[in-house]
């Protein structure tokens, strides 16, 4: 079907409106970044006048006071990552999370004192799981266990069950592998973790926003994500965390004052009293302008819903792919093929990936680059068209055509 009608019927077209996109450009790296819409910068203007109508009486008073504002996000996320309601809380990032729930969860004993993570995992999922495994006197070359890819873009099922020994103590995996956007069965390998006494927990970085999630009924153990992606909530903004209910005794491995009884907080008493759901699991003052924007943000996830997002996505992805296979069928697309093993964005690989993303760049296409050789594109639901979609794709020919990598160099940016 043509892009143009394929727009007309999108049940999503609306909120394209919503953000913010300059004209003729071509965002399609949401995945990394996702755009700002008029909502979240409304938030965010709001909040900045709360504190300078209010001062202190912003912590209990206006539209969104402060001191609840992490819980009242919370219980709004949970549905989209498949949670009860007081089992998710908008809290630090991805790596502080990671450290918080690994502090709290990971009980090493003898001779079950591994932890499983896979050799395409995001560095910084692994730089905090080594360091708990050194906090522990442990010595990660030992006990930092990693499934290995076969093809160094994609994880097998049979290779993850495989490593589910009894000397595991925990499992944190990606649900969405952030290069080559392969999805996990997270009900399938928790279950099978579970049965060997394994904890599971799940970095939803590349899944949140994207797709549906059910991890309350699939007994995963935690998660963690940003919101920065998928989400909108912009740059370095809170993260968010699961914590299955039934480890919600657990006390906090990293204690601090807002992860208190909210009744008992300001009591001010040296012996803490933890929240009895998932907030138990924050440490400090929350970051109310790094928080702000997903007030607004999640009220669009709200309101087109995850499942039409899904399907949207899966859509757009399917055409993109595609498309590129009919156009530029030198670059290999190393995404997985079935619709139930990918997520949000399409992975291409090329050896001259960098200078080709920076020719679509330098064309009003925004990719993202993944070292070594990968060329991610994500058409988001929310706001990429269509049409979007395949003047992209002609673009990216057009710079194949002509060659017209080879006038950048090779030389890679801090970012992208
Ligand atoms: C984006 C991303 C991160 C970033 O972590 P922060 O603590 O938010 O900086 C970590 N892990 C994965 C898998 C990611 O995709």
Known sequence: ?????????????????EFFQEEGRIYLDGNSLGLMSGRAEDKLLQLSMSWKQLGIDGWTEGGHPWFTLSEDLGRRVAPL????????????SITVNIHQLLSTLFQPEQGREVILCDELNFPSDIYATQSHLRLRGLD?????????????????????????????AVLLLPS???????LLPIREITAAAHEKGILVGFDLAHSIGALP????????D????????YMNAGPGSAGGLYVHERHHTN?????????SDKTKQFDMDHSFTKAEDAGAYQIGTPHIFSTAPLIGSIEIFEEAGIGQIREKSLALTAFLRKLAADRVPELRDV??????????????AHEEAARICKALKADGVVPDFRAPNIIRLAPVALYTSYEDVEEAISRLARIMEEERYKNFTNERNVVA
């Not at 043509?2 to 909120?15: K, T, V």
């Not at 999630?213 to 995963?220: A, I, M, N, P, R």
């Not at 006390?251 to 992860?259: K, V």
């Not at 995404?335 to 399409?346: F, N, Q």
Request: charged residues 25%.
């Open 1 to 17: 079907m043509e892009a143009a009608l394929l727009d007309q019927q999108d049940p999503l077209r609306r909120f394209r409106e």
């Open 81 to 92: 990552v498949g949670a009860l309601p007081h089992e998710v809380m908008v809290t630090g």
């Open 140 to 168: 990660p070359e030992k006990t930092l266990r990693k499934v290995q890819s076969r093809d160094g873009l994609t994880l097998r099922k049979e290779d993850i069950m495989a490593e589910l020994n009894e000397d595991v």
């Open 176 to 182: 969405v592998l952030y290069r080559s956007g392969q």
């Open 213 to 220: 999630h059910s991890l309350h009924e699939d007994g995963v």
């Open 222 to 229: 935690f998660a963690v994500w940003c919101h920065y992606k």
């Open 251 to 259: 006390q906090p491995g990293l204690g601090g004052w807002f992860g």
């Open 335 to 348: 995404t997985p093929a079935h619709d139930a093993e990918r997520g949000g964005h399409v992975a291409f």
